[in-house]
Every structure is written in structure tokens, then in C-alpha cells.
């Protein structure tokens, strides 16, 4: 399984960017698709996530209503529109799928995903 993320960049305070994973080397079905961002000196933390399938969709509470996390099953890509940025979402941010049936309770820790993208920088200015 290869993870292709792009769509990052620089953009200021309150604009809005989109990132788009492509994922190639197998289906998936109910196993989530997630976005996490690490920022320098701070851990991995979860963003937003999705299932392939139903399209059910997790997201972190510092993004809530401001990103929203797609898929396109056809051409088997994830997408993050983030609106109304602001210079806390500068991170690099990586797509990951997992090969799980992950519980609801789970999407939102690395530990289930198996797979990674190689990350995209996004950078918000004051």
C-alpha cells in the first residue's frame, strides 16, 4: 500500500487549504482513513478520520467545524478541506490508512494504522 499526500502550502490566518491522499495498492472497505499533523517539539496527534464504506466520520475537537474529511471511493482518495485556518493548525500533516476493523473508540490513535503517507507541510501565518 502506497499513501500519496498532497496539497499542502502557506496560507494565511483564516484561509483555507485542501489535502488530498491517494492511496494505491489495495481496497478498503470499513477500515478509517485518517489525517494526523505533528508540529516541531509536539507528538502526532489525530486530525480527522473516515470509513472507506459508510463514510462515518471522526474528527479531533480542536477542528471541529472548521475541517472536513471526504472520500472518493472511485478514485480511492481521502480528502481534508481545512477552513478558517489558524497559525495552531501549522504542522506537517501525514494521511493513514489502517488494514482494521477499528472500533470507533480507536480511529483516533496512530496505533491502528498501519500505513503512512510521507507528509505535507502546512503553514498558517498571523
Known amino acids: 500500500v502506497q499513501l500519496q499526500a498532497s496539497g499542502g502550502g502557506l496560507v494565511q490566518a483564516g484561509g483555507s487549504l485542501r489535502l488530498s491522499c491517494a492511496a494505491s495498492?489495495?481496497?478498503?472497505?470499513?477500515?478509517?482513513m485518517g489525517w494526523f499533523r505533528q508540529a516541531p517539539g509536539k507528538e502526532r496527534e489525530f486530525v480527522a478520520a473516515?470509513?472507506?464504506?459508510?463514510?462515518?466520520?471522526y474528527y479531533a475537537d480542536s477542528v471541529k467545524g472548521r475541517f472536513t474529511i471526504s472520500r472518493d471511493n472511485a478514485k480511492n482518495t481521502v480528502t481534508l478541506q481545512m477552513n478558517s485556518l489558524k497559525p495552531e493548525d501549522t504542522a506537517v500533516y501525514y494521511c493513514a490508512a489502517s488494514t482494521a476493523l477499528v472500533d470507533s473508540k480507536l480511529v483516533d490513535n496512530a496505533a491502528v494504522y498501519r500505513y503512512w503517507g510521507q507528509g505535507t507541510q502546512v503553514t498558517v501565518s498571523s
Open positions: 473516515i470509513r472507506w464504506s459508510v463514510g462515518s466520520t
Open positions: 495498492g489495495r481496497t478498503f472497505s470499513s477500515q478509517p
